[in-house]
């Protein structure tokens, strides 16, 4: 298989390690916006963030974005990305695809049969896949997690 490049929309892939689970305490109410309230009283067990975020293990993997083209759907340059290999694509989800050779991430439109490769961003065109071209749907971005 040949190496896949990237249009600069992802900077890397990890693979997600089945077993290591990321525990936090959880906080059992509703956070007030307004008068401060000590958390410790609200502490009801612990989180553990992969039951929440990983749905298939051995299908996850995560990437980092990069480029402006998804800034319409929240997705910064830097956000690290959860991609699940297992699910099938639909119309509307957002998606990393292989087109000829070349990783991207892009909204999947699906309208009449036709494939669109749609950014969030007005300054990046649409890719319409054509039946000349290489497509894959590499997998569906699940979750995005970045800093404030």
Do not use: C
Not at 62 to 84: E, H, K, N, R, T
Not at 97 to 109: G, M, S
């Amino acid at each position: 298989m040949k190496k896949l490049k990237t249009d600069g929309s992802i900077k890397a892939i990890y693979t997600y390690v089945e077993g290591r689970k990321i525990v936090h305490p959880l906080i059992g109410a509703i956070i007030p916006a307004g008068f401060p309230s000590p958390a410790q009283d609200y502490i009801e067990g612990t989180l553990d963030l992969s039951e929440h975020l990983i749905r298939h293990p051995s299908s996850t993997f995560f990437m980092y974005a990069d480029g402006y083209s998804m800034i319409g759907a929240g997705i910064q340059p830097g956000d690290l990305l959860i991609v699940d290999r297992a699910l099938e694509a639909q119309s509307n989800m957002v998606i990393i695809a292989i087109v000829d050779n070349e990783l991207t991430l892009k909204r999947l439109r699906i309208e009449g049969g036709q494939y669109w490769l749609i950014p969030e961003n007005e300054e990046f065109e649409p890719i319409r896949i054509t039946e000349d071209m290489d497509f894959i749907v590499w997998g569906v971005v699940t979750f995005v997690i970045h800093s404030l």
